[in-house]
């Protein structure tokens, strides 16, 4: 950014009156509210904590104000919700049904195919997973197209390289994937306690019991993510 851009923004900044002193205690609250709701309402991704904190009070709660938001989104067909590490304007899910009547079509919705979302269901479950790990998961060859498709949608990306010999790249989800499906964290993913409990996202206890998933593990190629 260029020194005049920089002070230009820098006074901007000094200009933005985050305190609102001048207002009695009730307005000041409500214009906090209606700042918060207005910058979620704008932004396509979810809005980090830290960056509603700068356009309130340096005492205001932005936890306290999102509550008093979403009491009055109680009615209405649309909510706040925590996602991504971040806070979001979502549709309830009792209008998924309409909307989807709206859009003419779930894979609108998603842009999932059947077998995507199957690919992404289990990289979400299990990550991370090479391709070869998940090709033994779903009993069939996993693509590098199907790889590639669903980077391109940003709900994967390449994490860590597998200490198995090659080091081949493995996938996980991201971001994105949490925002896009309603999760605020990984832990939100539908039954994965009870999953757990019952041992079934023990990975290598799973590909222990796939017939040859093993052997096609430790022949895998190195594979540039």
């Known amino acids: 950014m260029a020194l005049g851009d920089q002070e230009k ?37 979810p809005v980090s904590l830290e ?55 779930d894979e609108a919705m998603t842009g999932l195919s059947p077998a995507q979302a199957l690919v992404l269901m289990t990289i979400a479950y299990f990550q991370p997973l090479t391709r070869t790990e998940l090709s033994a998961f779903i009993g069939r060859e996993v693509s590098r197209d199907a790889i590639a498709q669903l980077r391109h949608a940003g709900f994967i990306t390449s994490g860590p390289r597998s200490p198995q010999p090659g080091a081949p790249y493995t996938y996980i989800t991201t ?19 009870k999953l757990e409990d019952a041992g079934l996202l023990d990975k290598e206890k799973l590909l222990a019991n796939i017939p040859g998933a093993m052997d096609a593990v430790h022949e895998e190629e190195d594979e540039i993510g």
């Not at 989104?73 to 919700?81: A, F, K, Q």
């Not at 971001?175 to 306690?193: M, Q, V």
């Open 175 to 193: 971001d994105a994937f949490l925002s896009h499906f309603g999760f605020e964290t990984l832990r939100d993913l539908p039954d994965i306690e």
């Open 51 to 105: 960056m509603l904190q700068r356009l309130v009070g340096r005492d205001c709660s932005i936890e306290l104000l999102i509550e008093d938001i979403r009491e009055e989104l109680r009615t209405r067909p649309y909510d706040i919700v925590h996602v991504a590490g971040g806070f979001q304007h979502r549709t309830r899910p009792a209008y998924a049904s309409a909307i989807r009547a709206a859009s003419d079509a």
């Open 9 to 45: 923004t820098s006074r901007a900044a000094e200009a933005f009156d985050r305190e609102l002193l001048d207002l009695p205690s009730t307005a000041r609250w409500r214009e906090w509210m209606n700042r918060v709701e207005a910058v979620i309402f704008a932004a396509s991704d």
